[in-house]
């Protein structure tokens, strides 16, 4: 990824590729997949400040496979790659 640091508590998610068949085998096409609510974290912002002006970091890190809400984020493309830009607390969770 090219030299993109996020600011405060932005973090940059990549979506996870959904499956294209159903369970019976019928192929999705493109056109009437939603999009996955599932990525994991390319980068991280050094985090928020708190009313006392101390940094408080961010509960995830690099390399993480999260959920977040369908709406999610602000969709960019760096380096021909489309990316999510969003705020940690956009994210759900994360899966273990």
Do not use: C, N, Y
């Not at 609510?37 to 993480?64: F, N, T, Y």
């Not at 496979?65 to 380096?79: M, P």
């Amino acid at each position: 990824m090219a030299k993109f640091r996020p600011l405060h508590d932005r973090v940059v998610v990549k979506r996870l590729d959904s499956e294209e068949k159903t369970k019976g085998g019928i192929i999705i096409p493109d056109t009437a997949k939603e999009k996955p609510q599932e990525g994991e974290v390319v980068s991280v912002g050094p985090g928020a400040r708190g009313e006392d002006g101390k940094l408080i970091p961010l509960d995830v890190k690099k390399g993480d496979r999260v959920l977040f809400g369908k709406w999610s984020g602000t969709e960019v493309k760096i380096d021909g790659q489309d990316l999510l830009i969003m705020k940690e607390s956009d994210i759900m969770g994360v899966i273990a």
